[in-house]
């Protein structure tokens, strides 16, 4: 064993320790990297995350994920410190939706519903009828009557999506995620001719194209489950890499093939540079010294969480 591997080891021992002291939980995103993602009480897709964060009984949470996610606990916990170990984490997608220009935006639709992607701002939040995550947003817009319009936001290849299974005329934002947008079509063929016999399974936030030919859309969750019960043998992957970890632990003797991006660039897959801001030093560092800690005023707090409560009891159903 060298030494690099002890201190891993001594690092881990570190950061469950500082858990245990100070009753923290760890909730991590399936894009984390893999030792954040093996250290974690738990990994799952942004509506899991929210489920465990609304039930969770620890006095800390440590979101291993981006600033929205981190939010999006606060919102739900606003007694609970909430720590993000790099609060430079941010989010493309949430990040095509300002305050001011969404605002400006829906005000020019006012008999309409606003169902907002969870992946987005609190402020953004605050200003809608309910969230949705990949996993339910059929199911969120489905809970309308045919007759009301709806404005969807802010991911547009989503919502093209959820408009197409639903057979809704949904008003979509501008929006979207770069790494979902990464994907080479070309290099994408490229591979699945060379693995005839594999399976393109896409997350629904995936440019259209892409969509079209995968044999399966889901949410990271979603896209776990159907791999794992599968019978086939080897998999194409449209979605941030990160999720390759979490697949492989469960389906060992299955092939992961990564989506090729559009990028050339050292594993020719498509990574969030986001997610991958968070490290086990400052995953150590924020539960040993308590910050950086993530607020949300409390005015907008208190707008932003209805449409989460909506969306979580909706879930339940």
């Known amino acids: 064993m060298n030494s690099e591997t002890i201190a891993d080891n001594d690092l881990v021992q570190e950061i469950l320790q500082l858990k245990a002291d100070k009753n923290a939980v760890i909730l991590a995103h399936y894009y984390q990297i ?6 974690a009480d738990y990994v799952g897709d942004s509506l899991g995350l929210s489920q465990e964060a609304a039930k969770t009984d620890a006095d800390i949470i440590v979101f291993a994920g981006v600033h929205f996610m981190a939010e999006t606990a606060k919102i739900i916990n606003p007694n609970k410190k ?3 170990p790099d609060l430079d984490a941010g989010c493309s997608l949430a990040e095509s939706a300002p305050t001011e220009a969404f605002e400006n935006f829906i005000k020019q639709y006012p008999n309409h519903k606003v169902i907002t992607y969870i992946n987005c701002s609190a402020e953004v939040k605050a200003l809608s009828d309910i969230t949705c995550t990949s996993s339910n947003a059929i199911k969120v817009v489905n809970s309308y009557p045919k007759d009301q319009p709806i404005i969807f936001a802010p991911d547009k290849n989503l919502g093209k999506y959820v408009a197409k299974q639903t057979g809704r005329d949904l008003v979509l934002w501008d929006g979207a995620c770069v790494v979902h947008e ?5 290099k994408l063929l ?5 693995h005839p016999k594999a399976e393109i399974v896409a997350h629904p936030e995936s440019e259209s194209h892409i969509l079209k030919i995968a044999h ?10 159907y791999i794992n019960n599968s019978s086939k043998s080897t998999f194409i992957i449209a979605t941030e890499a990160g999720i390759l970890h979490q697949i492989q632990q469960q389906v060992g003797n299955k092939t992961l093939i990564p989506a090729p991006s559009k990028e050339d660039n050292t594993c020719s897959c498509s990574e969030c540079i986001y997610m991958k801001m968070n490290t086990m030093q400052k995953l150590r560092d924020c539960l040993k010294f308590g910050y950086p800690e993530v607020d949300v005023p409390e005015k907008i707090r208190i707008k932003a969480k209805l449409p989460i409560e909506r969306m979580l009891a909706l879930s339940k159903k």
């Not at 893999?34 to 250290?39: A, F, L």
């Open 34 to 39: 893999p030792e954040i993602q093996d250290v």
């Open 82 to 84: 909430v720590l993000l």
């Open 182 to 186: 990464a994907f080479s079509m070309e």
């Open 190 to 194: 490229s591979i699945y001719k060379e």
């Open 216 to 225: 399966y859309i889901g949410s990271t969750s979603q896209m776990l489950d």
